[in-house]
């Protein structure tokens, strides 16, 4: 099959730039190659460069990169949709209908003549580009088109669903609520600002290309240059050579190489398709601790649940509401819209997504590959039935950012008293966690140990958790399928999560981790004393953990899908099925 896959950030990156989905993508890639399949990637709103005009930038064109691990990477630069989304917030209208963004992608798309393309963002792209895959052209009868739900981008151009960041968002009121949500950057200043900064980075990894320092002055006409060598001649002096000219400074070009014939997309070498061979600040009470809720005085301490309470129709809609109402359009005209996680599918059909189309289909992990080439560094720990004593090594793995409640475990930590906090060997690896260190570092004394570090590499998750109790998932949105859950599970650890979003699909209370409520920090700490006063639940839980789904099942899983779609002929292949593909991890 060839096979386009969507999504704004460079593969090459990885989760160090796009996050979990576009690592998920990374991995998803390589497994389709490896299935013969040829695979494509194409991204857009990253990548800016000058125009002719001071002030102004280049054309939007698609470009080609050289191809990585076998999968061919296109780039829509100068794109009029910026990404990462939040850039893009203050032009909501920009996200449904872009024409000249989707005659580029339509045109590469004629080029390549996919079988499937399968969305997953359209973050730096518009909700047209989907019907530019779906469009046929000579000789191409236009792509299948999927679309998987890793976040709430589509239905929210903030894409958290947190009202300013920080507020879980019930009711957008037509979009009304939208206008008030984020300081609005404007992309324009953006776009330009990206432009000069492609200008700068060029420059350093291309000296050649820099501008001469000063001009040389203006040459003297060819009579004078002749008199005056005649006379140096004349009094006994070497006729001088004429000065070299300076070089002229190599023009600065965009990224990669245009894409304007077949030949600018073909696959480097043959590959095998539909090879079917290849296969498918207080402490807790006693009284606390054993139940009872206090009322928290800080309304940003309020629980949040899984509820789902569908949106009043709204009086008036605006940009905003216009902007969620032709997403789910465009949702509704996929073959496919996959969501990685139960909740997320109830959460989007309450939304007015249409239930024959939706399936649930929980992503796949490479974890489990990386633990099985360094398997001698997730060791489990000490049993605490063999020493109940020892500290409790408990794990925080991701981003400091408000969502992924950092700050959470922080306060559930300074409700426990010394009894419990002098149990804990905590471990923090937060990306930029520079700005909330202070809060654990001022816990230090009362814990048994601290180890506080930054960022980490994902080839070093292994190492990092080998021999821990417990990693904690503290997210205070409807994190749709964290991928800090997989990692922990593919390397044999429990995890404390919140019950939010896709989190209670994975994490089993009592079986493979425990579940506090979302938001909640008596609950948290709840959970912590608990496991505490009887360590050896620890041991239970790890007793439960399976690997997440591998990556490889994952693929096969897609590919039947993508197989099924085209088998199904033209159309939306929109057949009656169950609403879940696959085992749940």
């Not at 079988?115 to 997953?120: E, L, P, Q």
């Not at 998750?461 to 990692?487: M, Y």
């Not at 790890?542 to 591998?550: E, L, S």
Request: charged content about 25%.
């Amino acid at each position: 099959m060839r096979i386009v896959l969507v999504n704004w950030a460079h593969l090459w990156d990885g989760a160090s730039y796009g996050g979990g989905v576009n690592g998920y993508c990374q991995a998803l890639a390589l497994e389709l190659v490896a299935r013969g399949h040829e695979v494509a990637s194409l991204c857009s709103g990253v990548t800016y460069t000058p125009g002719p005009v001071e002030g102004s930038l280049g054309p939007c064109e698609v470009r080609r990169h050289d191809d990585w691990l076998g999968v061919r990477i296109f780039e829509v630069i100068n794109s009029p949709v910026l990404a990462p989304s939040l850039l893009q917030f203050a032009d909501p209208a920009g996200e449904t209908s872009c024409p000249e963004l989707e005659a580029v992608v339509r045109a590469l798309l004629a080029q390549l003549a996919p079988d499937i393309v399968h969305f997953h963002n359209i973050e730096g792209f518009s909700a047209g580009c989907l019907d530019a895959a779906r469009e046929p052209a000579e000789g191409w009868p236009g792509a299948k088109v999927l679309y998987s739900l890793h976040n709430y981008h589509t239905i929210c151009p903030q894409v958290y669903l947190m009202h300013a960041h920080h507020e879980p968002c019930f009711d957008a009121a037509g979009g009304l609520r939208c206008a008030t949500c984020i300081e609005r950057t404007d992309p324009a200043a953006e776009k330009l600002e990206r432009a000069a900064r492609y200008v700068k980075n060029y420059q350093e990894r291309h000296p050649e290309s820099r501008t001469h320092p000063a001009p040389p002055p203006p040459a003297p006409s060819v009579a004078r240059t002749l008199l005056t060598e005649v006379k140096r001649y004349a009094k006994g002096q070497p006729v001088r050579p004429a000065p070299p000219t300076p070089p002229t400074p190599a023009p600065i070009g965009p990224p990669g190489r245009a894409v304007e014939s077949p030949r600018d997309v073909t696959h480097p070498r043959p590959v095998p398709r539909d090879d079917e061979r290849r296969g498918q600040a207080r402490s807790l009470t006693e009284k606390e601790c054993n139940g009872f809720v206090p009322r928290p005085l800080d309304p940003a301490w309020r629980p949040l649940t899984n509820e789902i309470r569908p949106e009043p129709v709204p009086r008036e809609v605006n940009d905003y509401g216009r902007r969620r109402e032709a997403m789910i359009a465009m949702l509704n005209r996929c073959d496919r819209v996959l969501a990685v996680s139960d909740f997320v599918r109830e959460k989007f059909l309450s939304m007015g997504l249409e239930g024959p189309r939706a399936r649930t289909l929980p992503i796949g992990s490479r974890i489990n590959s990386m633990v099985a080439a360094n398997r001698e560094l997730v060791f489990a720990p000490e049993p605490f039935a063999e020493n109940p004593k020892r500290p409790i090594r408990l794990f925080f793995l991701g981003y400091n950012n408000h969502y992924k409640g950092l700050h959470v475990l922080a306060d559930a930590l300074e409700l426990l008293t010394p009894e419990y906090l002098r149990r804990l060997d905590l471990f923090i690896h937060a990306h930029n966690g520079e700005s909330i260190r202070w809060r654990f570092e001022r816990l230090r004394p009362r814990l048994a140990a601290l180890t506080y570090q930054y960022a980490y590499d994902y080839s070093d998750i292994p190492w990092l958790l080998g021999g821990r109790d417990l990693v904690v998932v503290p997210s205070v949105w409807w994190d749709n399928a964290p991928q800090t859950v997989f990692e922990a599970f593919g390397c044999a650890v429990p995890v404390l999560g919140a019950e939010l979003g896709g989190i209670p699909d994975f994490v089993k209370h009592g079986h493979n981790g425990l579940l506090f409520r979302g938001n909640d920090r008596y609950d948290l700490a709840r959970r912590l004393v608990e496991c505490a006063k009887d360590p050896t639940l620890l041991d239970r839980l790890r007793a439960n953990v399976t690997p997440p789904k591998p990556i490889e099942d994952h693929a096969a899983e897609v590919e039947t899908l993508y197989r099924d779609l085209l088998s199904s002929g033209p159309g939306r292949g929109c057949s009656p099925a169950t609403h879940s593909i696959g085992a749940q991890a």
